[in-house]
């Protein structure tokens, strides 16, 4: 069975940094492509960012320079490096992948349960 | 401010059939297929509609779209009380490079 679970978010000071981690089971991160979907409180969704199969980011303008996907194969787990967190980051993060030999597309399968990260001094 | 337009908000009474409406341009909706999602409150968005007009496992055919060079459209038939939620249209933007999802349309059943 297919499972993402956040983790990481918390209480963070303007001009901080935090890592999100999205631990996933059932399948393998390094074989799908994968990406973060974040969502202010009473806002609509916004795509941040995708780390394909082979490697390959995406970022959204918004956190372009700021945030970094990652993933660690031996875990099995993709990470969002927020640095530099602004009052507009403030947000449930969801982690979320595509079906299988899907790239460069909107299409995500599964999503996390969501992690809140809060933005404020 | 989202790049995919879709209406605020969408009503009908159980039983109607309520269609929501996306709209985008070339470089998204017109190049690219259109996923929607369903978000019930509190919890994660749920693929609903992939690829235009197809279904995921275990969604019922209650629920159809479409697309039309650069919009695209969510019909829900049959309504039903817990089809109340959030509906986001999303489509891949070869400009941006990205990912755009709509504002989001929120769906009450009278």
């Known amino acids: 069975e297919v499972q993402l679970v956040e983790s990481g978010g918390g209480l963070i000071q303007p001009g901080g940094s935090l890592r999100l981690a999205c631990a996933a089971s059932?399948?393998?991160?390094?074989?799908?492509?994968m990406s973060w979907v974040r969502q202010a409180p009473g806002k609509w969704l916004q795509w941040l960012s995708l780390?394909?199969?082979?490697?390959?980011?995406y970022y959204a303008d918004a956190v372009k320079g700021r945030f970094t996907i990652s993933r660690d194969n031996s875990k099995n787990t993709l990470y969002l490096q927020m640095n530099n967190v602004r009052a507009e980051d403030t947000a449930v993060y969801y982690c979320a992948r595509g079906p299988p030999g899907y790239s460069r597309g909107s299409r995500f399968e599964y999503w996390g349960q969501g992690s809140l990260v809060t933005v404020s001094s | 401010q989202s790049v995919l337009t879709q209406p605020p908000s969408a009503s009908g009474t159980p039983g109607q059939r309520v269609t929501i409406s996306c709209s985008g341009s070339s470089s998204n909706i017109g190049s690219n297929p259109v996923n929607w999602y369903q978000q019930l409150p509190g919890t994660a968005p749920k693929l609903l509609i992939y690829n235009n007009d197809q279904w995921p496992s275990g969604v019922p055919d209650r629920f159809s779209g479409s697309k039309s060079g650069t919009s695209a459209s969510l019909a829900i038939s049959g309504l039903q009380s817990e089809d109340e939620a959030d509906y986001y249209c999303a489509a891949w933007d070869d400009s941006l490079k990205g990912a755009l999802f709509g504002g989001g349309t929120k769906l009450t059943v009278l």
């Open positions: 059932g399948f393998s991160v390094t074989s799908i492509s």
């Open positions: 780390l394909e199969r082979d490697a390959t980011t």
